[in-house]
Nanobody, 130 residues
């Protein structure tokens, strides 16, 4: 059973930084597409960044240059470095994962616009005050 556990959220001031972590266990697929998503109160979930074994990192325009996604294969941990945070970055941040092969078999692409991941964590809350 695939499990994803996020951590690292918190309350910060605008301009500050946070580093989110997502520990993945039970993942046995040979290919991967992993990503970070955010949901603010009253808004739809939006993709922020993804990381896959073919193309590496892909970012949504809204966070490009401020957020950095990375993966440590030794510890099966996905990270999201959040820099220059803004109040509009507040929300619940979720980690997600799926087989890249499965996604491609559907004719889809691993990227922030793909929200059909099979496995999701429970989220970690980020609050940015002005």
């Amino acid at each position: 059973q695939v499990q994803l556990v996020e951590s690292g959220g918190g309350s910060v001031q605008a301009g500050e930084s946070l580093r989110l972590s997502c520990v993945v266990s039970g993942y046995t697929y040979s290919t991967y597409c992993m990503g970070w998503y955010r949901q603010a109160p009253g808004k739809q979930r939006e993709g922020l960044a993804t990381y896959d074994n073919e193309w590496g990192a892909t970012y949504a325009d809204s966070v490009k240059g401020r957020f950095t996604i990375s993966r440590d294969s030794a510890t099966n941990t996905l990270y999201l470095q959040l820099d220059a945070l803004k109040p509009e970055d507040s929300g619940m941040y979720y980690c997600a994962a799926d087989s890249l092969t499965s996604i491609q078999s559907l004719g889809a692409v691993c990227g922030p616009s793909y929200v059909g991941m099979d496995h999701w964590g429970k989220g970690t809350l980020v609050t940015v005050s002005s």
